[in-house]
Structures are given as C-alpha cells and as structure tokens.
T-cell receptor, first 114, second 113 residues
Framework: KAGVTQTPRYLIKTRGQQVTLSCSPISGHRSVSWYQQTPGQGLQFLFEYFSETQRNKGNFPGRFSGRQFSNSRSEMNVSTLELGDSALYLC?????????????FGPGTRLTVL | AQSVSQHNHHVILSEAASLELGCNYSYGGTVNLFWYVQYPGQHLQLLLKYFSGDPLVKGIKGFEAEFIKSKFSFNLRKPSVQWSDTAEYFCAAMNTGFQKLVFGTGTRLLVSP
C-alpha cells in the first residue's frame, strides 16, 4: 500500500499571504489529522477530519482551517500568514471510526514564511 | 490538562550500549500510548504502541516498551543500540475515542560507532 502523501513538500510564502496544503491518506483510511512541528513547540495537533467532518480541533487560531473530501483527501489552509507559521506541517491517516487507532504520518510540507 | 513528558532531551550512547528513554503521561481515562521515531531526513514512523493487554509491548527493530500504570510511564528500551538507531524519538498518547495525539518534546539519540 502506498503511504500518506503530502504536496507540496516545500513552500515559501510571504507574510499576509495564504497557503493550501494537501494530504492523501493511505487507501481505505477515513481519518486524517494535521500536526504542526516546530523546534520550539514540538508536535502540536491542529485538527482531525473523519468522513468530511471535523471531529477534533487543537488550540490554533481561526486562520488555520481544513476540510476533507469524499475520497478522504484533506486540505489545510492557513490565511494571513505570520512568520511564526513557519513549520513542518504533518498529515497522518488512520482507519479510526470510534476508537483510538494508529496514525501513520506523511513526509510533511515544510512551510517557510518570509 | 493532557500532557506527555520526555525527560531526556539528548542522549549519546556508544554502539552496543543499552537504551532506556523515559516517558510519563498525565491523562484521565483510558489512554493509548505510542512511540514514534524520526530518522534524519525521514518522516515519523511508528515504533510500537500500547492499547491494552500485556503491558510489555515489542516493536520493530528490537525496541520494546513497558506500560506501568501506577507510575504513569511508558519507557522505551533496547538492549543493544546500533549506529542506525540515531534518530529523534517521540512518545505520544491518545485518549480512547479521540484521534488526537499529544506528543512529548522528543529525545534526540546519537549513537557513536
């Protein structure tokens, strides 16, 4: 089975712009979660989608949003970029319906905000 | 608040030395525990997980971890490390029913040949 894929792998944006990141989960996986990884804050949970619905949300401002499509692919959007948004954004997928399940991670999208 | 603590931020070992990385969690309710590894230039990979049953779980590449409920701990062990184990190791926890992983800050392991 192919793993979790994320596109693009690298992005450079300037402050005030917006960005959209994409994630394709492992075939058959219906849950997609997003995490932000920075040297200072480590890995932090952004949100999780299951069957096109956001089920869980972390403590990030409303500038961070996401969605999931009927084929389970997910996108994450960050509007009005700030320097502090520079990070590695990781997507993880799992089968998960109502129970905890193992999450499998993609390679990430490295976003640099100038 | 839910939290995961990893007390060793950097560990340096020689090949063949034994490894133990500490992980403590603060959670209410049933918790599921994971160790992930991030090799240089690679993405996060699952080493092992504990959901229920035998508290001693075995993972890939000779790693194992023991869930000690009374100590709120899930320490990672390997009897003999190799140079290829050089990586960053993350402990993570999840409440049953919620697909939200809470990660520790990670431990960077350097194994010298």
């Amino acid at each position: 089975k192919a793993g979790v894929t994320q596109t693009p792998r690298y992005l450079i944006k300037t402050r005030g712009q917006q960005v959209t990141l994409s994630c394709s989960p492992i075939s058959g996986h219906r849950s997609v979660s997003w995490y932000q990884q920075t040297p200072g804050q480590g890995l932090q949970f952004l949100f999780e989608y299951f069957s096109e619905t956001q089920r869980n949300k972390g403590n990030f401002p409303g500038r961070f949003s996401g969605r999931q499509f009927s084929n389970s692919r997910s996108e994450m959007n960050v509007s009005t970029l700030e320097l502090g948004d520079s990070a590695l954004y990781l997507c993880a997928s799992s089968l998960a319906s109502n129970v905890a399940d193992t999450q499998y991670f993609g390679p990430g999208t490295r976003l640099t905000v100038l | 608040a839910q939290s995961v603590s990893q007390h060793n931020h950097h560990v340096i070992l020689s090949e063949a030395a034994s490894l133990e990385l500490g992980c403590n969690y603060s959670y209410g309710g049933t918790v599921n525990l994971f160790w992930y590894v991030q090799y240089p230039g690679q993405h996060l990979q699952l080493l092992l997980k504990y959901f229920s049953g035998d508290p001693l779980v075995k993972g890939i590449k000779g790693f194992e971890a023991e869930f000690i409920k009374s100590k709120f701990s899930f320490n990672l062990r390997k009897p003999s490390v190799q140079w290829s184990d050089t990586a960053e190791y993350f402990c993570a926890a999840m409440n049953t029913g919620f697909q939200k992983l809470v990660f520790g800050t990670g431990t960077r392991l350097l194994v010298s040949p």
